[in-house]
């Protein structure tokens, strides 16, 4: 039986870091949020811990590591705003913890380069969550990839809306030095995705970024994908809105829908058992993916040339 903590337990991530930690027998004994509104906890760990102050937190950790105390934290799961991940493994790693990080890993590939140093130093490791890659549906169609004879790529359309109100903009999520912009915010596990399945990536062109909405075209090793992204509910085809569904999620490989909405809720507890079997995906398995958010947060605007989602035929009229 393992001792958690947990930093960022007010956020919408944190209930399935939580149900993770019950469901595979483990104890969280602190948890920090600024915000106290994390009634949540009592629902799985009531007597847990709670800090608004970092500094308190802190010195509650260093306590029951240098007493070598029973409750002497084993994992700190990260689930804070994205721009903290990196400082908050750092801390995690430094108090004698092992780091459990919510996607995205951090904000910039140089940044994995500095955690790599620090895992070193200290002998502890950092596991992340790349969820999709534990779907029963990814898995099989990595089969499908792995066993084809590669002599043409796949073609791949990606598409991901889902509905934010207006808070989100006004929240640290619609701030891009924050965030990471919607490709890391809501896409990052997608491309983490397709680099699993299809391999290398070659090619990354960006045909639209706004604060809601994104949309390019990426080549791996064996597909070519075209992505959108948004948080705009107008985005969301006719069929599905005039029903009152807001969100859309759609991956098709040559034509054929790819089947994959069932099974999340329960993908972080299957993920934190591969950690806690020894089998977790570490640094170097997100780098490919932290690159391509970075890019595509940073490269030029390609016209719309060639290969190009559908949808961005509706933006540019």
């Not at 010195?59 to 070598?68: F, G």
């Not at 620090?118 to 792995?146: F, W, Y």
């Not at 948080?231 to 859309?248: C, L, N, V, W």
């Amino acid at each position: 039986m393992k001792n958690f903590a947990i930093i960022g337990v007010s956020g919408y991530i944190a209930p399935r870091h939580l149900k993770a930690v019950k469901d595979n027998e483990g104890i969280l004994v602190a948890a920090l949020d600024p915000n106290d509104s994390v009634g949540i906890i009592d629902s799985y760990f009531p007597d847990a811990s709670f800090f608004t102050e970092f500094e308190r937190f802190d010195r509650h950790i260093d306590k029951l590591r240098r007493d070598n105390s029973a409750d002497m934290v084993n994992y700190i799961s990260v689930a804070s705003p994205n721009y903290l991940h990196d400082s908050h493994i750092r801390f995690a790693l430094r108090s004698g913890a092992a780091a459990i990080c919510e996607k995205p890993l951090v904000l910039n590939p140089w940044n994995i380069d500095g955690l790599i140093e620090i895992e070193k130093a200290t002998g502890r490791n950092v596991s992340t969550i790349l969820q999709l890659r534990l779907h029963p549906a990814i898995i099989a169609l990595k089969e499908r990839v792995d066993a084809s004879d590669k002599k043409e790529k796949f073609d791949v359309d990606l598409t991901y809306i889902t509905s934010r109100g207006n808070w989100y903009l006004q929240s640290w999520k619609g701030d891009d030095g924050k965030s990471g912009g919607i490709a890391t915010n809501i896409g990052v596990h997608f491309y983490d995705m397709l680099h699993f399945v299809f391999g290398d990536l070659q090619q990354n062109v960006v045909h639209y970024r706004s604060q809601t909405k994104s949309c390019g075209y990426l080549e791996y090793q064996h597909a070519r994908v075209r992505w959108f992204l948004s948080i705009d509910k107008d985005d969301i085809p006719e069929k599905y809105s005039s029903a009152g569904q807001r969100t859309y999620r759609s991956i098709t490989c040559n034509g054929e829908e790819i089947e994959f909405s069932d099974g999340f809720t329960e993908l972080h507890t299957e993920s934190y058992r591969e950690i806690l079997a020894g089998r977790s995906f570490g640094l170097e398995d997100n780098r490919c993916a932290i690159e391509t958010v970075s890019t595509i947060r940073n490269s030029d605007i390609a016209p719309a040339t060639g290969d190009f989602h559908p949808f961005l035929t509706k933006l540019l009229t």
